[in-house]
C-alpha cells in the first residue's frame, strides 16, 4: 500500500508492517527518533544518504496527521 507521495510504505512483510520510507527498511519511527535525539535533517541525510529531505519532511507530516486522528478519535 503506498500513501503520502508514494513516499511512505507499508509492507505486511517488512519492518512487522511499520511505516517505511519508499520501501526501504528504515521506518517513520526511526526518522522520529533521529530528529528527537538531536540529529538536524542533513545530518539523517549524510548518515542515510538514500533519504532525502522530502522524505524526512513527509515522515513528519505523516506523523502529524496520525496523532491528530488518534487524537480526535479519543
Do not use: H, W
Not at 3 to 21: D, F, H, L, V
Not at 39 to 45: K, N, R
Not at 54 to 67: G, P
Amino acid at each position: 500500500m503506498f500513501i503520502y507521495k508514494n513516499i511512505i510504505t507499508i509492507e505486511a512483510g517488512k519492518r512487522s508492517g511499520k511505516p517505511c520510507i519508499r520501501g526501504m527498511r528504515i521506518t517513520v519511527e526511526d526518522i522520529l527518533r533521529y530528529l528527537a535525539s538531536g540529529m538536524s535533517v542533513e545530518e539523517v541525510i549524510e548518515d542515510f544518504p538514500e533519504l532525502t529531505r522530502e522524505d524526512i519532511l513527509t515522515a513528519l507530516e505523516f506523523s502529524a496527521n496520525r496523532q491528530q486522528r488518534t487524537a480526535l478519535a479519543s
